[in-house]
């Protein structure tokens, strides 16, 4: 008799699920593995026989023979363990057919016979949940993220041993479904960055930038001298990011487990921060390989992802990251397939304004106009049309970071990250209304039709749009930023209609003429 | 052969420079004399024996010649030599007169032409006065003449071309070459509303020793120097002693002591230099005229501007301030000075340098 049950492959950020069929029959004892199987899946063999073994139980001296289904996919990682052991558990007879036939199980063995976790775990179960599969079966350590999958039963297993007592019972216990808003409240009040916004002496016109864009998860470009605190102000950012939905929490906790970045099974509660140094490679940064696994850009999704030091990163890698910007997803083909991982990342760049740093401070610095424009075209004009928001962060007094407080020291004290967090969670909140059963989230996402909709302004203040949009040259597409961004700056400004002060703080926010073409 | 060719065949000639043609002409009262020289009389003014080699090969020499009037010919380039009829009388009273000159476009007649230099990497001061200079001079019927080099030459040359006045380059390479290459724009305005001239022959590199060398051209073919901004030891600083061996007035913008940039300017003042304010002192030192008579700039109309935009208008100037220091200096709210600047920036009155960067645009019709 052949028994059956039930793995999953991992495709990119989805999963298939895949049928485990071992058969048991007599002949010279062999132990047979067929189905397009990579080479850690081959090596299941061992695991799984010295991990049966070591839990008490022999296999018969017959031929066994294992086929993993459908044949046309190939199957990469370690996950087939657990649903490779309980198919032949079934076929001894220790486990029911009737029970295990509609089981998803995910786990890697040890050799003494303990489940291990694997990376991936979400997307499977997810799919496995809309395959109608009634049932998964996974290891402790990946319980928490299966859990995020409201439709299936989840239970969990430490070792063969747990597995065969748990089906030998009558009614098969399973976790308690999560509760994902708790998780996230509970995430929320912990997180405590290291670095706060009260670190950051003055830079109050960067510090409303960031509050804007983070607002409405606007693309921010910070401009500076080195030193000047820029890539502190950008480390800042993590603790005034608004909170995450549920299903925001379960797309990006989905990516990360299929990342292998979530340290196995880890619920994604906040929203990610991906800092890039720029020799990263293309393919880590977009997603690569022949299964394609996502990369930072994905990994950023729902949250920010930091280049530093922006006209280092080559030229090739900074014109790509274009179209994913623009989309949110990126579609990666290889032969087997498309795959498409969703990028709705916050792009925080952080750049100086020369090659010696200190330009326009003509005292030290000493590049010439050539030179400076050679610097900055690094940075392409459609790239740079991407960027909302635009902002410099200036040197600091040295009375301002003086660490002696005098008597009559007027210094104000500086904004806490908490008391910036609470005015972005307003205009969050608005959007989140606003957007209701749309599809997005954030103003940046809207498109023109959203613009019609929700930028409703009056007449003077639309005739010094356009009057903007005539002297300074904009395109089409950073007129529907400006847009994006007066939008989100009423929001904080809790304001219905967008009014002429956010039109005009917009365009201002624009990246200046100079730096997309000079003369 | 007409004279003209004689001349062209000796400053076609592999390495005749300047000083080799001195040595000659010490010996020779033309060219044509040169040319029919034989080898030993050649040998009596001691000159290398490679020079007299290639003086002597007649065959490479008329070949070279004849590839030079083609290019003339193909480029439209002018020809003049020392001692015709219309070379620039200016330029005969000068050490060191250039034997020949090469011009695309025309060669300055008989207005005022004043020389705009200054440092390559300028700051946004000077680029703003640069050309503020220019347009006043040029509305006074002033020409420019510079070295079309990066920084303070260009905004030179821009300011009058803006204001359509005459402006002429005086380069360190060939006149067929544009040098710097970005400058191509800029390169072919000024032949159009001017000319560009260099003593060397087309074709010719530019080598930094040559720079110094066409200095001499500039100061000669102008009738005072401004020098709008340089450090101490720039090499701005040479062309404003050549005018001073010339006998022309030299004028400097002055800065605040502290800036780098401004030291060799504020040198110069110390020493004798007249100052610059707008031009109004050049353009009343040429035409001899009072500072009240000489022409009357157009001001800024800031009357009409609301109180707290003028506020901040009047708080910039031509040195760039930052965002935060106009935040710090109005105790006002970042958003509400953003929204300020952004009304001032498209009524043109206030201008973006650099990211977050803000300085007054004096001139405003001219959108930079």
Not at chain 1, 91 to 112: P, R
Not at chain 1, 467 to 473: H, R
Not at chain 1, 479 to 502: A, G, M, P, Q, W
């Amino acid at each position: 008799m052949v028994s059956k049950t039930i793995c999953a492959a991992l495709l990119g950020v989805d999963a298939a699920l895949v049928q485990v069929e071992v058969d048991i029959g007599e002949g010279l004892p062999s132990f047979d593995m067929v189905g397009l199987l990579a080479s850690e899946v081959r090596e299941a063999r061992e695991r799984v026989r010295t991990a049966l073994r070591n839990s008490g139980i022999f296999l018969p001296s017959g031929r066994v023979t294992i086929n993993l289904s459908p044949a046309n996919i190939r199957k990469e990682g370690t996950g087939f363990d657990l649903g490779i052991a309980a198919a032949i558990l079934v076929a001894l007879g220790l486990i029911e057919q009737e029970k295990a036939k509609n089981v998803l199980f995910i786990g890697e063995l040890g050799l003494d016979g303990r489940v291990n976790g694997i990376k991936g775990v979400l997307p499977m179960v997810m799919a496995a949940a809309k395959k109608r599969v009634s049932m998964c079966v996974v290891s402790k350590d990946n319980v928490k993220e299966a859990c995020l999958e409201s439709d299936i039963k989840v239970v969990q297993v430490e070792s063969i041993y747990e597995l065969i007592s748990k089906f030998q019972q009558e009614e098969i216990q399973g976790e308690n479904a999560c509760n994902i808003q708790k998780l996230i409240d509970e995430n929320y009040k912990e997180l405590s960055n290291k670095f706060d916004f009260s670190q950051v002496i003055g830079q109050a016109s960067s510090k409303r930038a960031v509050e804007v864009a983070v607002a409405g998860m606007h693309n921010l470009l910070l401009m500076g001298a080195p030193g000047c605190g820029k890539s502190l102000m950008a480390k800042c950012i993590p603790g005034i990011l608004p909170k995450l939905t549920s299903e925001e929490c379960i797309e990006i906790t989905r990516i990360h487990s299929a990342g292998g970045k979530n340290e196995f099974g880890n619920v994604v509660c906040n929203r990610p921060f991906i800092s890039l140094h720029h020799c990263a490679t293309p393919s880590s940064i977009m997603g690569g390989g022949i299964n394609p696994t996502p990369g930072a850009l994905s990994l950023a999704h729902g949250g920010v992802l930091y280049l530093d030091e922006f006209p280092e990163f080559p030229r090739k890698i900074i014109e790509s990251l274009r179209q994913p910007l623009e989309d949110g997803e990126i579609t990666i083909s290889r032969v087997h397939g498309n795959f498409v991982f969703q990028t709705d990342v916050m792009l925080v760049a952080a750049m100086n304004p020369c090659p010696c740093g200190y330009y326009p401070d003509r005292n030290r610095c000493k590049c010439t106009e050539h030179e400076i424009n050679r610097y900055l075209s690094k940075i392409s004009g459609p790239m740079l049309d991407r960027i909302d928001i635009c902002s410099q962060v200036d040197k600091i007094d040295s009375k301002d970071l003086q660490i002696v407080r005098e008597k009559h020291d007027n210094r104000k004290t500086q904004e806490k990250s908490r008391d910036i967090r609470k005015r972005v969670e307003v205009a969050r909140e608005i959007q989140k209304d606003r957007f209701k059963n749309s599809g997005i989230r954030f103003n940046s996402q809207m498109n023109p039709e959203d613009l019609k909709k929700y930028c409703s302004m009056d007449k003077e203040t639309c005739g010094i749009l356009n009057n903007a949009y005539e002297k300074l040259g904009l395109s089409a597409r950073a007129y529907h930023r400006i847009l994006k961004v007066s939008r989100t700056i009423s929001d904080l400004r809790k304001e219905e209609n967008i009014t002429k002060e956010s039109v005009l703080e917009a365009i201002s926010y624009k990246v200046p003429d100079v730096l997309v073409g000079r003369q | 052969m007409e004279e003209w060719m004689y001349w062209l065949w000796l400053c076609g000639l592999k390495g005749m420079w300047q000083g080799k043609m001195e040595k000659l002409f010490q010996y020779f009262h033309s060219p044509e004399e040169i040319f029919f020289a034989t080898s030993k009389i050649l040998q009596t003014t001691g000159i290398k024996y490679e020079d007299i080699e290639i003086i002597i090969d007649k065959e490479k020499g008329k070949k070279e010649l004849e590839k030079n009037i083609r290019i003339l010919k193909k480029e439209k380039i002018k020809f003049y030599y020392y001692g015709q009829e219309n070379y620039p009388e200016k330029l005969m009273n000068i050490n060191k007169p250039p034997y020949t000159l090469f011009v695309k476009g025309e060669l300055p007649k008989k207005e005022k032409l004043c020389a705009i230099v200054g440092a390559r990497a300028c700051s946004e001061y000077g680029k703003a006065k640069a050309m503020e200079v220019a347009v006043n001079l040029a509305q006074a019927g002033i020409g420019t003449i510079s070295g079309m080099a990066r920084g303070i030459d260009s905004y030179g040359h821009y300011g009058s071309i803006e204001s359509a006045g005459k402006t002429y380059a005086v380069l360190g390479c060939g006149v067929d070459i544009c040098y710097p290459g970005e400058n191509k724009n800029l390169y072919e305005k000024i032949a159009g509303n001017g000319g560009i001239i260099s003593e060397y022959k087309p074709g010719t590199k530019p080598q930094g020793w040559q720079f110094p060398m066409r200095n001499r051209i500039i100061s000669g073919l102008s009738d005072c120097v401004a020098v709008i901004e340089a450090k101490h030891k720039s090499g701005s600083l040479i062309t404003a002693t050549c005018a001073l061996e010339q006998g022309k007035d030299v004028f400097a913008l002055p800065g605040r002591t502290t800036d780098k940039l401004s030291t060799g300017c504020n040198e110069l003042i110390r020493d004798g230099a007249g100052m610059i304010f707008d031009g109004r002192e050049i353009i009343a030192s040429l035409k001899g005229v009072t500072l009240d008579e000489s022409a009357g700039i157009e001001n800024v109309m800031t009357e009409n501007i609301p109180e707290e935009q003028k506020r901040v208008y009047d708080f910039l100037d031509t040195t760039p301030k930052s965002l935060q220091n106009i935040v710090d200096e109005m105790e006002s709210d970042v958003s509400k000075i953003r929204v300020i600047l952004m009304e001032l920036q498209l009524e043109n009155l206030v201008f973006e340098v650099t990211n977050g960067y803000y300085v007054k645009n004096k001139n405003k019709k001219n959108k930079r």
